[in-house]
């Protein structure tokens, strides 16, 4: 049986002498894992296509043990970001994390616009440090999609709604405490300014592109960083190896 799709590889990995084992989130049946026969020779036809930083067209056929890519044929190749090796760095960041948190099989359509909207930004802006917001930006948004959205709106404990003022965040319980609430909590706990609080809701609110433009302090921008990234941290049980090329 084939099926085709458009998709974008999270990851590559070699795989016997001449093939690849691809990991890809497709538009129409979520993330799959594939063999990609002989795409390591020098005539492969499919060698040209598998790129990352790329929306592919991919059809790929049910083996018994393994599905096979039997085509390939780039849609969209976003060649700025493969000439910045930061940007290479924090896409591959972004790829590493959704390839670790989402299963197989997993669908959802706004999943797969999240990722080419990361690839369209990361391609045409040049500013750095605005990417490693966006980048935070995405996986926050991802992890949201995924169910892991975090209490921004009312005090984990006593769940009265927040207020201005003496807010703290805990990564481990994945929300604010009220500063009344806050007292022998989690040793991660931390304080956290309305500005932060303010920015977070906007960021799961609107579409990736619309968040290109955000005003940032450099104080909001290193608050913003730290929240989403502890976020982020406590949930994972490895480590991302692209996370070590990046500074924030």
């Known amino acids: 049986m084939y099926r085709g799709s458009q ?21 129409d049946f979520g993330k799959i894992e594939a063999v990609a026969r002989g795409v390591k020779k020098s005539k492969s036809k499919l060698s040209g296509h598998l790129d990352y930083f790329s929306i592919i067209d991919l059809m790929v056929a049910r083996g018994k043990n393994f599905n096979h890519i039997s085509g390939a044929v780039s849609i969209k190749k976003f060649l700025n970001i493969r000439k910045n ?10 790829l590493e994390i959704t390839d670790y948190f989402i299963k197989t099989g997993k669908k959802d359509e706004k999943i797969f616009l999240l990722l080419s909207r990361l ?43 927040i207020t201005p003022n003496n807010n ?18 989690e ?31 450099k104080n909001l921008f290193t608050e913003t960083i730290k929240v989403i990234d502890k976020f982020i941290n ?14 924030f």
Do not use: W
């Open 234 to 247: 406590f949930r994972l049980d490895k480590n991302i190896k692209s996370r070590r090329f990046l500074k």
């Open 187 to 217: 040793k991660d706990v931390f304080e956290i300014s309305n500005s932060t609080i303010k920015l977070l809701r906007v960021i799961l609110q609107k579409d990736l592109l619309n968040l290109v433009k955000t005003k940032l302090s």
């Open 119 to 161: 690839l369209m930004i990361s391609d045409k802006n040049p500013h750095i440090e605005r990417l490693k917001f966006i980048a935070h930006c995405y996986i926050l948004k991802l992890l949201n999609i995924l169910g892991y959205k975090p209490e921004l709106y009312f005090c984990l404990k006593c769940r009265q709604k």
């Open 7 to 27: 998709g974008i590889i999270l990851k590559k990995q070699d795989f016997r002498k001449s093939d690849s084992f691809i990991s890809a989130y497709t538009c």
């Open 85 to 94: 090796l930061q940007k290479i760095n924090l896409v591959f960041y972004c």
């Open 168 to 185: 703290f965040f805990s990564a481990q319980a994945g929300g604010i405490f009220c500063a009344k609430c806050k007292k022998n909590r």
